[in-house]
Protein backbone atom coordinates (compact mmCIF):
# COMPACT_ATOMS: atom_id res chain seq x y z
CA UNK A 1 0.00 0.00 0.00
CA UNK A 2 1.50 3.46 -1.27
CA UNK A 3 1.66 5.84 1.29
CA UNK A 4 0.20 9.42 0.86
CA UNK A 5 2.85 12.03 1.56
CA UNK A 6 2.00 15.36 3.20
CA UNK A 7 2.84 18.63 4.07
CA UNK A 8 3.79 19.00 8.05
CA UNK A 9 6.60 21.45 8.11
CA UNK A 10 6.00 23.36 11.77
CA UNK A 11 3.17 21.38 12.51
CA UNK A 12 2.92 20.30 16.31
CA UNK A 13 1.93 16.94 17.79
CA UNK A 14 2.70 14.00 20.28
CA UNK A 15 5.30 11.33 18.96
CA UNK A 16 2.86 8.15 19.46
CA UNK A 17 5.71 5.40 19.16
CA UNK A 18 9.24 5.11 17.82
CA UNK A 19 9.65 2.72 14.22
CA UNK A 20 13.10 1.16 14.43
CA UNK A 21 13.24 -0.12 11.22
CA UNK A 22 13.16 3.25 9.68
CA UNK A 23 14.71 5.63 12.34
CA UNK A 24 11.38 7.59 12.64
CA UNK A 25 8.63 8.09 14.80
CA UNK A 26 4.68 7.55 14.38
CA UNK A 27 3.28 11.30 15.09
CA UNK A 28 -0.07 12.83 16.27
CA UNK A 29 -0.44 15.97 14.69
CA UNK A 30 -3.07 18.41 17.01
CA UNK A 31 -4.78 19.00 13.84
CA UNK A 32 -5.56 15.17 13.49
CA UNK A 33 -2.68 13.76 10.75
CA UNK A 34 -1.22 10.22 11.75
CA UNK A 35 2.17 10.55 9.96
CA UNK A 36 5.56 8.96 10.06
CA UNK A 37 8.40 11.34 10.50
CA UNK A 38 12.06 10.69 10.50
CA UNK A 39 14.07 11.61 13.78
CA UNK A 40 16.23 14.50 12.28
CA UNK A 41 13.26 16.39 11.35
CA UNK A 42 11.64 16.86 14.72
CA UNK A 43 12.38 19.46 17.73
CA UNK A 44 10.91 19.39 20.79
CA UNK A 45 8.02 21.77 21.45
CA UNK A 46 7.08 23.12 24.78
CA UNK A 47 3.56 24.38 24.68
CA UNK A 48 3.37 28.54 25.69
CA UNK A 49 0.89 29.34 28.81
CA UNK A 50 -2.48 28.80 28.85
CA UNK A 51 -2.94 32.80 28.50
CA UNK A 52 -1.03 32.91 25.25
CA UNK A 53 -3.28 30.40 23.77
CA UNK A 54 -1.30 27.16 24.75
CA UNK A 55 -2.71 24.57 26.81
CA UNK A 56 -2.21 22.77 30.16
CA UNK A 57 -2.68 18.54 29.10
CA UNK A 58 -2.79 17.22 25.43
CA UNK A 59 -5.23 14.34 25.51
CA UNK A 60 -3.22 11.04 25.39
CA UNK A 61 -3.30 8.74 22.10
CA UNK A 62 -0.17 6.61 22.46
CA UNK A 63 0.70 2.79 22.02
CA UNK A 64 -1.72 0.11 23.66
CA UNK A 65 1.12 -0.86 26.81
CA UNK A 66 1.35 2.73 27.69
CA UNK A 67 -1.92 3.58 27.43
CA UNK A 68 -3.19 2.99 31.33
CA UNK A 69 0.00 4.33 32.30
CA UNK A 70 -0.44 7.96 30.39
CA UNK A 71 -4.11 8.29 31.45
CA UNK A 72 -2.95 8.10 35.06
CA UNK A 73 -0.46 11.16 34.75
CA UNK A 74 -3.15 12.72 32.40
CA UNK A 75 -5.97 12.33 34.84
CA UNK A 76 -3.64 13.44 37.68
CA UNK A 77 -2.22 16.54 35.36
CA UNK A 78 -6.06 17.61 34.78
CA UNK A 79 -7.65 17.26 38.67
CA UNK A 80 -4.10 19.23 39.84
CA UNK A 81 -4.71 22.11 37.11
CA UNK A 82 -8.36 22.19 38.00
CA UNK A 83 -7.46 22.21 41.85
CA UNK A 84 -4.62 24.96 41.57
CA UNK A 85 -6.53 27.51 39.25
CA UNK A 86 -10.33 26.28 38.96
CA UNK A 87 -10.01 25.09 34.84
CA UNK A 88 -7.62 23.15 32.85
CA UNK A 89 -6.79 23.25 29.02
CA UNK A 90 -6.85 20.26 26.81
CA UNK A 91 -5.75 20.14 23.83
CA UNK A 92 -6.67 16.95 21.50
CA UNK A 93 -6.55 16.09 18.09
CA UNK A 94 -9.41 16.96 15.64
CA UNK A 95 -8.93 17.52 12.21
CA UNK A 96 -9.54 20.59 10.28
CA UNK A 97 -12.34 19.15 8.39
CA UNK A 98 -14.35 18.05 12.28
CA UNK A 99 -13.74 21.36 13.11
CA UNK A 100 -15.46 22.54 10.35
CA UNK A 101 -18.02 20.36 10.05
CA UNK A 102 -19.28 21.34 13.61
CA UNK A 103 -18.98 24.84 12.97
CA UNK A 104 -21.33 24.67 9.64
CA UNK A 105 -23.69 22.15 12.06
CA UNK A 106 -23.82 24.90 15.20
CA UNK A 107 -24.62 27.37 12.62
CA UNK A 108 -26.86 26.25 10.05
CA UNK A 109 -29.11 24.40 11.89
CA UNK A 110 -32.13 25.89 14.14
CA UNK A 111 -30.46 25.70 17.05
CA UNK A 112 -32.29 27.50 20.10
CA UNK A 113 -29.48 29.67 21.48
CA UNK A 114 -29.75 31.30 24.84
CA UNK A 115 -27.73 32.83 27.62
CA UNK A 116 -27.28 30.84 31.00
CA UNK A 117 -29.29 32.19 34.22
CA UNK A 118 -27.01 34.94 35.70
CA UNK A 119 -26.96 32.75 39.12
CA UNK A 120 -25.30 30.08 37.12
CA UNK A 121 -23.95 31.14 34.13
CA UNK A 122 -20.29 31.92 35.92
CA UNK A 123 -20.07 28.27 36.85
CA UNK A 124 -20.32 27.26 33.42
CA UNK A 125 -18.69 29.45 31.43
CA UNK A 126 -16.29 31.49 33.55
CA UNK A 127 -16.26 35.16 34.43
CA UNK A 128 -17.14 37.87 31.70
CA UNK A 129 -18.57 35.42 29.48
CA UNK A 130 -19.67 36.70 26.07
CA UNK A 131 -21.35 33.34 24.90
CA UNK A 132 -25.18 31.92 24.42
CA UNK A 133 -25.86 28.41 24.41
CA UNK A 134 -27.97 25.61 22.93
CA UNK A 135 -28.67 22.16 24.08
CA UNK A 136 -27.04 19.72 21.61
CA UNK A 137 -30.35 16.67 22.51
CA UNK A 138 -33.67 16.86 23.75
CA UNK A 139 -35.16 17.13 26.87
CA UNK A 140 -33.52 14.58 29.44
CA UNK A 141 -34.73 12.91 32.53
CA UNK A 142 -34.84 15.49 35.83
CA UNK A 143 -31.36 14.03 36.97
CA UNK A 144 -29.44 15.34 34.54
CA UNK A 145 -30.29 19.27 34.89
CA UNK A 146 -29.67 19.68 38.31
CA UNK A 147 -29.37 23.42 37.87
CA UNK A 148 -33.08 23.15 36.52
CA UNK A 149 -32.38 25.11 33.58
CA UNK A 150 -34.74 25.01 30.91
CA UNK A 151 -34.28 22.17 27.77
CA UNK A 152 -36.05 23.68 24.62
CA UNK A 153 -38.93 21.11 23.29
CA UNK A 154 -38.18 18.07 21.70
CA UNK A 155 -36.83 18.31 17.66
CA UNK A 156 -34.73 16.74 15.33
CA UNK A 157 -31.31 17.72 14.75
CA UNK A 158 -28.26 16.41 13.26
CA UNK A 159 -25.55 16.68 15.49
CA UNK A 160 -23.19 13.99 13.77
CA UNK A 161 -20.62 16.52 13.98
CA UNK A 162 -20.30 16.87 17.57
CA UNK A 163 -19.98 12.66 18.34
CA UNK A 164 -16.06 12.81 18.41
CA UNK A 165 -16.61 15.51 20.70
CA UNK A 166 -19.39 13.81 22.82
CA UNK A 167 -16.62 10.85 23.16
CA UNK A 168 -13.92 12.82 24.32
CA UNK A 169 -16.32 14.45 26.81
CA UNK A 170 -17.80 11.06 28.22
CA UNK A 171 -13.99 9.21 27.94
CA UNK A 172 -12.72 12.55 30.28
CA UNK A 173 -15.36 12.11 33.03
CA UNK A 174 -14.32 8.05 32.97
CA UNK A 175 -11.19 9.19 33.40
CA UNK A 176 -10.79 11.91 36.21
CA UNK A 177 -13.91 10.67 38.04
CA UNK A 178 -11.99 8.62 40.69
CA UNK A 179 -9.66 11.49 41.37
CA UNK A 180 -12.61 14.62 41.61
CA UNK A 181 -13.40 13.85 45.34
CA UNK A 182 -9.90 15.42 46.18
CA UNK A 183 -11.27 18.86 44.98
CA UNK A 184 -14.40 18.19 47.09
CA UNK A 185 -17.28 17.01 44.24
CA UNK A 186 -17.86 14.16 43.21
CA UNK A 187 -20.10 13.01 40.04
CA UNK A 188 -21.96 9.86 38.37
CA UNK A 189 -23.55 11.02 34.97
CA UNK A 190 -22.57 13.50 32.26
CA UNK A 191 -25.86 15.93 31.58
CA UNK A 192 -26.77 16.46 28.27
CA UNK A 193 -24.03 18.44 26.77
CA UNK A 194 -23.99 22.61 25.51
CA UNK A 195 -22.89 23.86 22.50
CA UNK A 196 -20.92 27.36 22.93
CA UNK A 197 -20.92 29.94 20.45
CA UNK A 198 -19.84 34.15 20.93
CA UNK A 199 -22.61 35.92 20.84
CA UNK A 200 -22.14 38.82 17.62
CA UNK A 201 -22.50 42.68 18.42
CA UNK A 202 -26.12 42.58 17.64
CA UNK A 203 -27.30 39.97 20.16
Not at 112 to 133: A, C, H, P, Q
Not at 179 to 188: D, E
Given at each position: KTQEIVEVNGECGCCISWLGSSESYLIRTFNGLSVT?????????????????????????????EQGQATASFAQTVVSCLGDKGYCVIQTFMSDQERADALASSQEQD?????????????????????????LQERREEESNPDGL???????????????SQKLISSLGATIGG??????????YVMNPLLRMSMTKNE
Open positions: VPEANLREWTPPPTEEGGFDAAWPIIDRGRDFFRLKREVETGYMGFDSNNKVAWNYPEEEELDNTAFDALVPSLGVSFS
